[in-house]
């Protein structure tokens, strides 16, 4: 009879192919774990940002009643982030910029609108996908 020592070239190729099964799916699943907290972190960020052009909306209101910008028929002023951080509203990530947590890129420029409704003050943020 013969002594058999060690692992045959084919169990050792069937142990490679599942160990790369195995982290194929899980490296699958990690990058959409990121990719939701991604996009989670975005819209907790607008959040925050509308909560700040609120603050500074009631800081400017008389300014919103004189405008004469409007926004579905009512009274309206366009403002930016760079706006908000200007009035120390909001404050930057860092070098005075605002980072999109999904790409990086600036923020500063995002267009925030201000209007009144039924004596509120409200905010509408273009292409929010955050909201339903």
Known sequence: MLNKKGFTLIELLCVLVILAL?????????ITLSNKSKENLYCTKLELIKSAAKEYGKNH???LN????????????????????????????SNDQVLNPLDNTSMNDLEIILYLKN???NVYIANNVCEI
């Open 119 to 121: 004596n509120a003050i």
């Open 66 to 93: 004189e405008s004469s910008e409007y926004y579905e028929e009512y009274k309206s002023l366009t403002i930016t982030v760079s706006d908000l951080i200007l009035s120390g509203k909001f404050t930057p990530d």
């Open 22 to 30: 195995i982290t194929t799916v899980a490296s699958v699943g990690i």
């Open 61 to 63: 209101e008389k300014e």
